[in-house]
Each structure stands twice: as C-alpha cells, then as structure tokens.
Antibody, heavy 121, light 108 residues
Framework: EVQLLESGGGLVQRGGSLRLSCAAS????????MTWVRQAPGKGLEWVSV????????YYAESVKGRFTISRDNSKNTLYLQVNSLRAEDTAVYYC??????????????WGQGTLVTVSS | SYVLTQPPSVSVAPGETARITCEGN??????VHWYQQKPAQAPVMVIY???DRPSGIPERFSGSNSGNTATLTISRVEAGDEADYYC???????????FGGGTKLTVL
C-alpha cells in the first residue's frame, strides 16, 4: 500500500524558514517523480515544485522560485521541501504527491494528507 | 503561462449526469488528469490521460478531451460525489504543472 506522510509544518514568522518532509512507503521510491502541491485556506490547488526520480531534474512555480528548494533522499525514501523567506501568501496546506512514473510531466496518483504551514506577520 | 479555466460550480440532481469542463488553448493536444477533493481530505485522482480510470474509481466517472475543452463526466450522480474537482496538465512550454481553478459539484 502506498503511503505518503508529510511533516514539518507549523507556525513561522514572516521571513522565516521550514523544512517539510514526506516519508514514502509501499513503492520503489527512486522510480517515481515526486511533487509538492499547496492549497491556501479556502482556495484551489497550486503546484509548487517537482523532482524527477533520480533527483536530477527539478522545476518550480514562479511564485516560489529562488525561495523554495525541492530535494529527495532515495536511500531514506524521503522527499523534502526547504521553504525560506516565507511570506503571508505561503500560508497553506502542503501536500506531497507521487507521480505516475520517473518523469516530471505526469499525473499524481497518490497524495499525502498534507502539512499546514502558517506564516504570521 | 498556460491557463486552465473551469466553471466555479456545477449543480445536478441525484441520478442525473454531471459534466465539468476544463478549457485551455488546444488542450486536446495535452494529457489531462482529474482529481476529486472532498472537504478536509487530500485530492484523489479519478481520471488520468484524458479518459483512463484508476482502479477503485467507479465506471460512472469518464473523461474526454478534444479541441479546447476537456470534460469530466459523472453519470448517475450520487450524494457522495459532492466535492471539488480539478483538472491538471503539464505545460511543456514552461515546464510547469498547471491546475484549473476547481469546480464545486453540488448534488441537489
């Protein structure tokens, strides 16, 4: 059974940093791209970033480029998102999601339950 | 960047057919995926590659994609189908995943 468990969210001041983690199990982690998607309170889904199965390819939404860094440790079956220079508009539930293959241009067939990041001013 | 447009809301009576559209420039040339999200829950994929259904998703859910419009069709709608639905594509021009704004399906 595929499981994705996010952690690392919390309350942080504007300008602060957090590292979000997503522990994966139930599949060969290195064989699949992974994505972060966020959802602000009462809003729709917003894609944040994607990383290929090998970790060699990454892409970011314009709204987070230069502030967020996606990475993965295939030996630990864990996905990360380092979020820096946080702004009020970064307040959201952050979901990690598994892609359908190792490539980044893919559907998202499994999602975690999300971790809430709240940025206070 | 590539824009996906969905109607904010769709309402349908139980047993009827709901059609949720996702409009984008020449979207028929892209692969469209659909997600269902119920309140306080994570999204669940209901259609991938325009019209394929993951295991466990009822046959009542189907998809199509042509021209500038992709459509998610839910036949014989049930109260449990009430949720937000999102379309998604990969925009190769920007190397970005794109989501539509979401459609709230209300079962009357």
């Amino acid at each position: 059974e595929v499981q994705l468990l996010e952690s690392g969210g919390g309350l942080v001041q504007r300008g602060g940093s957090l590292r979000l983690s997503c522990a994966a199990s139930g599949f060969i982690f290195s064989s699949y791209a992974m994505t972060w998607v966020r959802q602000a309170p009462g809003k729709g889904l917003e894609w944040v970033s994607v990383i290929s199965g090998s970790g060699g390819t990454t892409y970011y939404a314009e709204s987070v480029k230069g502030r967020f860094t996606i990475s993965r440790d295939n030996s630990k079956n864990t996905l990360y998102l380092q979020v820096n220079s946080l702004r009020a508009e970064d307040t959201a539930v952050y979901y990690c999601a598994k892609a359908g293959s190792s490539g980044v241009a893919n559907f998202l067939d499994y999602w975690g339950q999300g971790t809430l990041v709240t940025v206070s001013s | 960047s590539y824009v996906l447009t969905q109607p904010p809301s769709v309402s349908v009576a139980p047993g009827e057919t709901a059609r949720i559209t996702c409009e984008g420039n020449n979207i028929g040339s892209k692969s469209v995926h659909w997600y269902q999200q119920k309140p306080a829950q994570a999204p669940v994929m209901v259609i991938y590659y325009d019209s394929d259904r993951p295991s466990g998703i009822p046959e009542r859910f189907s998809g199509s994609n042509s021209g500038n419009t992709a459509t998610l069709t839910i036949s014989r709608v049930e109260a449990g189908d009430e949720a937000d639905y999102y379309c998604q594509v990969w925009d190769s021009g920007s190397d970005h995943q794109m989501f539509g704004g979401g459609t709230k399906l209300t079962v009357l």
